[in-house]
């Protein structure tokens, strides 16, 4: 009767612990597939952000390269104004018919896009003479970080062109504002990453007057 009593007790023992701890369920093998699957596409969203980021970066030097020399031209359009070197006529685009001082054609500046060449004789970007005086580089300072030590590198930017185009402007009613006009540069360039040309461009006016 001991032994029976023993056994009920023993029985009873295991029911209330199954009841306790009910049996755990593990995943199935559906939901590990779709977990997966859900971290596959962050995983190759987040590899291509990575890459994104790595060709802009690849990049900046190029970006900067070309943002100089945009601003290096519309200074030079500048020069030729504030030193008298031209006559407001010639600050124009070869062949304008923007003349106010004398019959057309004028103007010194190239059309089109051209090779970055050095300034010429006359010391302005984007004239005719600029071919002679041969092609652009630009100087880098090198490990040391100092100009013209021997460690220096010249990098050609036989990638960029540039466009200089200046516009008359005209007031609402159609009358030619012969003291002012548009200057837009444009460099166009080519990066390793980007299967088409990047360009930059500068929009900005001139004034007769200093």
């Known amino acids: 009767m001991v032994t029976s009593m023993m056994a009920t007790s023993m029985i009873r023992r295991g029911g209330i612990s199954r009841g306790r701890k009910p049996a755990e369920q593990g995943f199935s093998l559906l939901e590990v597939v779709i ?65 106010s001082s004398g019959p057309p054609p004028c103007g010194i500046f190239l059309t089109g896009l051209r090779p970055m060449y050095n300034a010429g004789a006359d010391g302005i970007f984007g004239t005719a003479d600029d071919a002679a005086a041969g092609e652009e580089t630009l100087q880098d300072p090198g490990a040391d970080g100092i100009f013209n030590t021997a460690d220096d590198t010249y990098i050609p930017l036989t990638n960029y062109q540039r466009q200089i185009v200046i516009s008359p402007l005209f007031t609402q009613t159609g009358v030619l504002i012969t003291s002012l006009r548009s200057v837009t540069i444009t460099v166009q360039y080519a990066t390793s990453s980007a299967q088409t040309q990047k360009t930059y461009v500068v929009n900005s006016f001139i004034s007769q007057f200093q």
Request: with cysteine; hydrophobic share 45%.
């Open 35 to 99: 977990s997966m699957a859900v971290l596959t596409v962050g995983m190759v969203s987040l590899l291509g952000v990575f890459g994104l980021a790595m060709a802009s970066t690849q990049t900046s030097q190029q970006d900067m390269i070309a943002k100089q020399l945009a601003n290096e031209a519309y200074e030079s359009v500048v020069t030729a104004r504030n030193t008298s070197q031209m006559n407001w006529d010639e600050i124009n685009n070869v062949g304008s018919l923007n003349c």
